[in-house]
């Protein structure tokens, strides 16, 4: 009986990194996409028959589109690298935290950027919208704050774990 379940827990244990492998490949294949789709509305920007403040529009809606690409390639990656290819075993509060970090730097990024495409699309078409562009740059504000207190906070698990830690810091001077 143990047997069975140590087979079957073996299994789930293989199927998890192969699908996390999945996951990761379509994270990168969207972003791709994307990548496609705003270089068309680029191009619609620039060579479009729009007016000025049309194009301007246009150009900044594929930079948001171009910052939605960036954050899925990157966890895509993250995705991959961390779940998939490395192979130093680290806790799982490590593992939490290394992931949820390069996920919050991706995210905060984004979000700063599509506040500044906000801001400069409702400066121009309806600025009494502005304040949903301030909403915006506050829940990135927000979410680095947040990103900060967590690192601060579990900065004594660290401490806790560093023979653990300095293998990851190794690996990921290999991976780079």
């Known amino acids: 009986m143990a047997a069975k379940k140590s087979k079957a827990l073996n299994l789930v244990y293989t199927l998890f990194p192969a699908a996390q492998f999945v996951i990761g490949l379509l994270f990168a294949a969207c972003g791709i996409v994307l990548i496609v789709f705003a270089g ?10 729009l007016g000025l403040t049309a194009r301007l529009d246009t150009v900044l809606e594929s930079l948001a589109v171009i910052t939605v690409a960036l954050a899925a390639l990157e966890l895509g990656q993250t ?6 290819h490395r192979e130093v075993q680290m806790s ?3 593992r939490v935290r290394r992931f949820l970090s390069r996920f ?12 500044l495409v906000l801001v400069f699309r409702y400066s121009h078409e309806t600025p009494e919208n502005m304040a949903y562009a301030a909403v915006v740059a506050f829940a ?9 207190v967590f690192v601060r906070l579990n900065r004594s698990a660290e401490e806790l ?3 653990g830690m300095r293998q990851a810091k190794e690996e990921d001077k290999k991976m780079r």
């Open 40 to 49: 068309m509305q680029l191009w619609d920007g620039i060579a479009g028959d």
């Open 79 to 84: 995705i991959i690298e961390e779940e998939v």
């Open 92 to 94: 799982a509060p490590t």
């Open 104 to 115: 919050m730097v991706v995210l905060v990024v984004a979000l700063t950027i599509e506040a």
């Open 140 to 148: 990135a504000a927000a979410l680095m704050v947040a990103w900060g």
């Open 161 to 163: 774990e560093p023979e």
